[in-house]
């Protein structure tokens, strides 16, 4: 088993900046990714960004890519995600995600509790 940790949440002002982390405990050696999903209020779960852990190869959903950042640390088993920028409607639950695929698919194996992130006008 995997266990995901995530921090960094919070609230911010339209035009800043977080930075989510993620530390993964456990079996590690069993994930090949890591990545971020969110759930907006009222809205479905949507995948942002993945990463291999191994070769460091990036995906970004439509429209992620240039506002967010995803990167891994792998002596600390840990995955961020820089978000700059920051709108009100990226206000959601954000979630981390491993997978034993090369990159994380729409149903990971693991997921953790979710951190908050809500921006405000």
């Known amino acids: 088993q995997v266990q995901l940790v995530e921090s960094g949440g919070g609230l911010v002002q339209a035009g800043g900046s977080l930075r989510l982390s993620c530390v993964a405990s456990?079996?590690?050696?069993?994930?090949?990714?890591m990545g971020w999903f969110r759930q907006a209020p009222g809205k479905e779960r949507e995948k942002l960004a993945s990463?291999?852990?191994?070769?460091?190869?990036?995906y970004y959903a439509d429209g992620m890519k240039g506002r967010f950042t995803i990167s891994r640390d792998n002596a600390k088993n840990t995955v961020a995600l820089q978000m700059n920028s920051l709108r009100p409607e990226d206000t959601a639950l954000y979630y981390c995600?491993?997978?034993?695929?090369?990159?994380?698919?729409?149903?990971?194996?693991?997921w953790g509790q979710g951190t908050q992130v809500t921006v405000s006008p």
């Open positions: 456990g079996r590690t050696s069993s994930i090949d990714s």
């Open positions: 995600a491993a997978d034993r695929t090369y990159q994380v698919t729409n149903t990971p194996d693991y």
């Open positions: 990463i291999n852990r191994r070769a460091g190869n990036t």
